[in-house]
């Protein structure tokens, strides 16, 4: 007889605390081994197998994100979760205040231009949509102190890692040019957000290899690659008025092995966008 799906809250526990202590190894920059991790884990467990915990892992990798926290590269985030599970992982967040000091340090660590990128092999296929049309569940809403957190927006703040990743998409956009043999294009190209100005909605001026203009926004994270990132209203607007020319440049994993999809049109035919705050003048 097949066993039942249901988890305890004891086999929940274990493995959001198994998950967590995977995770805070991931943040600190150490390494860990996510087999052997899983096959201890699974000496804990109630008989399940290696795709129920697979599934659960990224269960937990959905919560993350709909805490705004970053998540295990690898473990793509899968949404339809209980809530028993979201409170656990708020709960093991809240009561160790490691996490948040290893989180804290790791989206304000300074970054570089790394060095001997294959540019061959650096545009990677992009994130294939959700299959979903609704979720099973409203995203959970956090209303402790871990919803207080927003590490997403923290590693957006960080000046010296979107600079690095926009003087690496100036490699790779010469590198594509003089690749197609347009020598003369990629001379052209400029960095406009350091000539004109962080506010045009667009970061890089480059070109197609028929001499049209091609508009770049460059959004950079350290992390997994279906990370949410942030659009500022001009980039919203600028991406709808110039859609055949817009281009989102998505640098993932960058401290480790940097990685980029493009994602070309206006941003609202990619993302689902959620106004997370406003401005409010006094009437």
């Given amino acids: 007889m097949a066993r039942a799906d249901h988890w305890s809250d004891t086999e929940i526990a274990l493995t959001v605390a198994d998950y967590m202590k995977m995770f805070t190894l991931e943040l600190a920059g150490q390494r860990y081994n996510k087999s052997a991790h899983r096959r201890a884990l699974l000496k804990l467990l109630n008989g399940r197998s290696d795709a129920a915990v697979e599934l659960k892992h990224q269960n937990i ?81 956090p209303n402790r102190a871990a919803s207080k957190r927003d590490y997403v927006a923290q590693e957006a703040r960080n000046s010296a890692l979107g600079s690095a990743g926009e003087l690496l998409i100036l490699e790779y956009e010469e590198y594509r040019l003089r690749s197609a043999g347009e020598r003369t294009l990629a001379n052209r190209i400029e960095h406009v957000a350091q000539s ?17 203009e091609r508009f770049i926004e460059v959004k950079t994270t350290a992390f997994a690659k279906e990370t949410p990132f942030y659009a500022s209203r001009n980039e919203v607007s600028f991406s709808a008025d110039f859609q055949d020319q817009f281009h989102i440049y998505r640098l993932f994993e960058f401290r480790k092995s940097p990685k980029l999809f493009s994602l070309a049109g206006a941003i609202s035919d990619h993302c689902q966008m959620d106004p997370v705050n406003f401005i409010c003048r006094l009437r």
């Fill in 196 to 212: 004109k100005g962080d506010g045009l909605g667009y970061d890089i001026l480059s070109f197609e290899t028929s001499g049209q």
């Fill in 61 to 141: 990798s959905a919560v993350l994100r709909d805490l705004n926290c970053f998540w295990i590269p690898g473990y793509k985030p899968r949404s339809n979760y209980q809530e028993a599970l979201a409170t656990y992982v708020e709960d093991w967040i809240n009561s160790h205040s490691d996490f948040d000091r290893v989180s804290q340090a790791a989206v304000k660590q300074p970054a570089f231009v790394p060095t001997g990128v294959e540019f061959s092999t650096l545009l990677v296929e992009t994130p294939k949509p959700s299959t979903t049309i609704q979720e099973e569940h409203p995203p959970y809403s």
